[in-house]
């Protein structure tokens, strides 16, 4: 076999295609390999470079393979799609990674270690959890409103709800009971919730990074420990719009025959990272409309011409580019001179 500059292997849970290229760039591998003899292959192969699509999985293959002395390539899936020349198959995936990875301006994903796994599991299962608990109060809210009770707004409201319903006698026993389960479930659900978060706390006090991104507005200690573990090597991106156009921030871009056309952001990148950047500044803006504290004159002059929606975009955007600046240089952050927050009546 001729020696082997470049492979790309296209990943499943038990079938794993190699495609491979020597310096002439022509293909001298083409395998289907099963699980046990992927491992086994590169164990004896002499070190070389292997692209694999990041996907699930993948991080772990990186480290395994990166043990054998190989230097593993992750290519994100859109990148790696437009090589795919015709057909989609496990061998075309294979062939279009291994001409991927070969692309001069290729962009790749940093290798995450356990470590960061941990962490960013975390945060999933943060996430799962909230959506669990609002989807129960939601349930519980609905069942209670069919039977003439309802409560205000706040998650505070919901155990003083169901102390009415289980003092309620005029309720069927039956619907007493179920509202009990779910008050059991909603209990657990909180208390797992407190333990998740403060664990999360607790990583975050411990990393400088983290704390140093939390003192910006909008950015709180969630978002926060988000952007750093999610952003392993900022210095990758060459600008803070950079950083902002793959969290999905920057508008899409129809220009054509010299004529500028800008549309609406693009929402490509991590969703979870660019909708949490977005809320936390749609809280900042909602303060500065409620004429609460003190906001930069350019936030002041944007509020008084944007509608608070697409005000909150463009704060988000340069968010981001705040953090990738502090992220890259180690800076702390400095707010400019305040203005006094405008009462917006209307």
């Not at 291994?98 to 999933?124: G, H, I």
């Not at 939601?138 to 707004?153: D, S, T, V």
């Not at 004529?259 to 909602?286: H, W, Y």
Request: glycine letters at 8%; proline letters at 5%; hydrophobic letters at 45%.
């Amino acid at each position: 076999m001729e020696q082997i500059i470049r492979i790309g292997m296209d990943t499943s849970k038990h079938v794993f295609e190699l495609h491979g290229v020597d310096a002439a760039e022509e293909p001298v591998l083409r395998r289907r390999l099963r699980r046990k003899q992927m491992i086994e292959f590169f164990e004896k192969m002499p070190p070389t470079v292997i692209g694999i699509e990041a996907c699930a999985g993948s991080h772990h293959w990186a480290r395994l393979l990166g043990s054998f002395g190989h230097e593993v390539k992750l290519i994100p899936p859109q990148h790696a799609k437009r090589y795919v020349k015709r057909g989609k198959n496990d061998a075309a995936d294979a062939r279009a990674l291994c001409e991927a990875m070969s692309r001069p301006d290729m962009q790749f994903v940093p290798v995450k270690s356990q470590d960061q796994q941990a962490v960013l599991m975390l945060l999933v299962v943060r996430d799962r959890l909230v959506r669990s608990r609002t989807q129960l109060t939601n349930a519980i809210r609905g069942h209670a409103a069919e039977f003439g009770l309802i409560a205000p707004k706040g998650l505070c409201r919901i155990e003083l709800l169901l102390e009415r319903i289980a003092g309620d006698e005029t309720l069927p026993e039956l619907a007493r009971e179920l509202f009990a389960l779910q008050g059991q479930h909603y209990a657990r659900l909180e208390a797992e919730l407190e333990q998740v978060e403060t664990k999360l706390m607790k990583w975050h006090r411990a990393d400088e990074c983290s704390r140093r991104l939390a003192k910006i507005p909008g950015v709180g200690p969630i978002v926060a420990t988000m952007l750093v573990t999610k952003t392993q090597a900022p210095e990758l991106f060459r600008s803070g719009r950079d950083f902002g156009a793959w969290i999905g921030l920057t508008p899409k871009d129809h220009s054509t025959a010299g004529k500028v056309r800008l549309g609406g952001i693009t929402r490509a990148g991590d969703e979870a990272l660019r909708a949490a950047l977005v809320t936390g500044a749609t809280a900042v803006v909602q303060q500065a409309r409620r004429g609460r504290g003190t906001i930069s004159p350019w936030l002041a002059e944007l509020t008084k011409r944007k509608p608070p929606k697409l005000a909150a975009v463009a704060l988000a955007n340069k968010i981001a580019r705040i953090v990738w600046k502090m992220m890259v240089t180690g800076e702390h952050y400095k707010a400019r001179t305040a203005a006094p927050a405008l009462v917006h009546t209307a």
